[in-house]
Nanobody
């Protein structure tokens, strides 16, 4: 069973910042492509950001230039730094680990952007 432990969500004002973290085992961290997805109210799940084991990153169009995904190799953790947050970023954010056709999800963490 793959464990993905998410942390760092909460309530923030528009224009503010939050950092999400996803911790997992060393084996999963070093061999899996790690991603963050989100699902807003009444919306489908969408890709936010992805980082490969080699450090190649990609982002959803709506977050490019505002969000940064990065691996912390010392802690087996993937961080998502979210800046210039907008109300439309409000969603449950999910960590995902994938290797080939096998993928696992975290439990999800709420991010609310509101004044």
């Amino acid at each position: 069973q793959v464990q993905l432990v998410e942390s760092g969500g909460g309530l923030v004002q528009p224009g503010g910042s939050l950092r999400l973290s996803c911790a997992t085992s060393a084996t999963i961290f070093s061999t899996n492509t790690m991603s963050w997805y989100r699902q807003g109210p009444g919306k489908g799940r969408e890709l936010v950001a992805v980082v490969t084991p080699g450090g190649i990153t990609n982002y959803g169009d709506s977050v490019k230039g505002r969000f940064t995904i990065a691996r912390d190799n010392a802690k087996n953790t993937v961080n998502l730094q979210m800046n210039s947050l907008k109300p439309e970023d409000t969603a449950v954010y999910y960590c995902n680990a994938r290797k080939g056709s096998f993928g696992s999800w975290g439990q999800g963490i709420q991010v609310t952007v509101s004044s």
